[in-house]
């Protein structure tokens, strides 16, 4: 990895610190001790942080109230995915307390990095067809990484760090924004060449307007939008798998290329697994030393014959994905779209998902984002934020529920974390509870931690926040911190249900979030800010 000067800026709620460095043993002293991400506890006790669930008010059918509810202290953690309750792994692991003055094993928060967008995308399909998102589908940081962040970016491979926040309606709480970004993506001149494996669902479901057209019409614009140095592959498969194409470089060969796109037709059922599987073998056959070599995966993921589960389907495939560092994109498409297969997918397989519902959105995805980044700058990237007790009462990870990794786990390089190419920035919220004692006191270091695609070796970078720098208001404070918090309180209206309300403190009503996704919109005439706005009026209608 190329080694870059280290610079430092502050400024008011924020510090950043640019490019990649060695591990210092200083930093490393503070945040080795290990904790839970969801602990319920009082959050009254000196010197103990609480992660616990929030409980405010929700409005009928599962809506969100004016941020009118209280805090309960010994309120159960919110349910995992699966429905158990969610505890923190290190709760159950072995802890011998803090070292070297450390925090405490509650006031620590560790969680792989994740560049998803899909969960979004299909929300605002879902919503678009008159329906609201089943709320297993809702995943927040989803909501909140759809969105363009302003943060400085670090002149080679490697991270900046920058926290903020900003207080809300609730007293003595507000949302802090951890933002991390890599460089930005340029013209690609000087990205190393990609080997891409195609694997493309032709099932009987697929030949519903909105996917295998929208399949073909996205790989055509990539075809074109790759470089000649380039390679490509297509695997299709319905009831069976076949290698249509095998790793071809595109010098020469774009007819060829063009002709196995045309040919794709839909077939009979899916068996997705059999497609993966035989993905991965074709990019092994094709595997370029030196190249990024990816599977790029295009299914709506109704998985129906075989394997259809994601870990036995990633078990037969690990050896390969391990052992040649080869990646997985997954595209969803469709209006009955597997969206629980596809993110386990991308995730055990170390990428990343993205949604496309119509023909814009594929040629955004195929024609710009995959080309310019179809390298990585990170691998296995985990940060971990440890709040001050001393100033911290309470805090909550807003989303992130599948990602979350055990504290002691931080600086494991064996321990799974997230790719991460250039071009990317990654958000995470937290609902924090300031002690009214301590205004001013050091709130909240984040660190990042991530290892060089090529020799491994490990780097971080870190950031503070002191509560005295906390904005007034989420409302009137930096664009992005306020575009992030209005995504993060969509995703959240759309995970309630009637049985039990939550909102993360300080929630408006629908139509109040609305019109501050149309007032942002209108001040910056950005298309993507009046997709949200339009999308939350949706949902307010159909509640």
């Known amino acids: 990895m190329k080694r870059t000067t280290r610079r430092t800026t502050h400024r008011r709620g924020t510090r950043t610190r640019h490019g990649t460095r060695r591990l210092r043993p200083a930093l490393v002293a503070l945040t080795a001790a290990g904790g839970l991400l969801l602990t319920a506890c009082a959050g009254g006790n000196a010197g103990k942080v609480s992660d616990s669930s929030y409980e405010g008010g929700g409005g009928p059918g599962g809506g969100i109230g004016g941020g009118s509810g209280g805090h309960n202290g010994d309120a159960a953690p919110l349910p995992a995915p699966d429905g158990t309750r969610g505890t923190d792994r290190q709760r159950e692991g072995k802890q011998d307390g803090p070292q070297d003055g450390a925090p405490g094993p509650d006031h620590l928060s560790t969680f792989a990095l994740d560049v998803d967008t899909a969960s979004y995308g299909y929300a605002r399909r879902t919503l678009s067809e008159g329906r609201l998102p089943d709320p297993s589908t809702v995943r927040p940081e989803e909501f909140v990484n759809s969105f363009r962040q302003n943060y400085e970016r670090p002149d080679g491979d490697g991270f900046t760090v920058t926290v903020d926040g900003a207080r809300t309606d609730e007293d003595d709480w507000s949302l802090v924004r951890v933002g991390l970004a890599t460089r930005s993506a340029g013209p690609g001149e000087d990205r190393p060449p990609a080997a891409l494996t195609f694997v493309i669902d032709i099932s009987g479901s697929m030949d519903e307007p909105g996917r295998l057209d929208l399949a073909r019409e996205s790989l055509a614009t990539m075809t074109d939008r790759l470089r000649d140095e380039d390679s490509?592959?297509?695997?299709?498969?319905?009831?069976?798998?076949d290698t249509v194409l095998p790793m071809t470089r595109l010098d020469g060969n774009r007819g060829e290329i063009h002709d196995a796109i045309d040919g794709l037709e839909p077939a009979r059922s899916t068996n997705l697994g059999a497609g993966v599987e035989t993905g991965y073998e074709t990019a092994v056959e094709g595997l370029?030393?030196?190249?990024?070599?990816?599977?790029?995966?295009?299914?709506?993921?109704?998985?129906?014959?075989?394997?259809?589960?994601?870990?036995?389907?990633?078990e037969r495939i690990g050896d390969s994905r391990r052992e040649h560092g080869i990646t997985l994109f997954g595209v969803g498409v469709g209006s009955d779209y597997g969206d629980a297969l596809m993110e386990r997918l991308a995730d055990q397989g170390d990428g990343h998902t993205v949604y496309v519902s119509d023909g814009e959105e594929a040629r955004e995805v195929f024609g710009e984002q995959?080309?310019?980044?179809?390298?990585?700058?990170?691998?296995?990237?985990?940060?971990?934020?440890?709040?001050?007790?001393?100033?911290?009462?309470?805090?909550?990870?807003v989303g992130y529920d599948n990602r979350r990794v055990a504290d002691e786990d931080f600086r494991d390089d064996d321990a799974d974390g997230g790719e991460v190419g250039p071009g990317h920035t990654v958000t995470a919220l937290y609902a924090v509870r300031t002690r009214s004692d301590a205004p001013d006191g050091h709130l909240a270091t984040a660190t990042v931690r991530w290892l060089d695609p090529d020799s491994r070796a490990p780097h971080e970078e870190n950031g503070d926040l002191e509560a005295g720098d906390l904005g007034d208001s989420v409302w009137t404070g930096d664009r992005g911190l306020t575009v992030a918090a209005t995504?993060?309180?969509?995703?959240?209206?759309?995970?309630l249900d009637g049985r039990?309300?939550?909102?993360?403190?300080?929630?408006?009503?629908?139509?109040?979030?609305?019109?501050?996704?149309?007032?942002?919109?209108?001040?910056?005439?950005?298309e993507d800010l009046h997709d949200l706005a339009e999308a939350i009026r949706t949902a307010d209608r159909l509640y």
Request: charged content about 25%; glycine content about 6%.
């Open 288 to 314: 370029r030393k030196g190249a990024t070599n990816r599977v790029v995966l295009v299914s709506d993921a109704l998985a129906n014959t075989g394997d259809t589960d994601a870990g036995t389907i990633l």
């Open 487 to 495: 995504a993060a309180y969509f995703a959240d209206a759309l995970r």
């Open 232 to 241: 490509v592959a297509i695997v299709t498969f319905s009831d069976e798998a």
């Open 370 to 397: 995959l080309p310019r980044a179809v390298e990585l700058t990170a691998r296995d990237a985990k940060a971990q934020v440890a709040f001050d007790p001393g100033t911290v009462a309470e805090f909550r990870l």
């Open 500 to 526: 039990r309300h939550r909102a993360l403190p300080g929630a408006l009503r629908l139509d109040e979030l609305a019109d501050h996704a149309a007032g942002l919109a209108g001040r910056t005439e950005d």
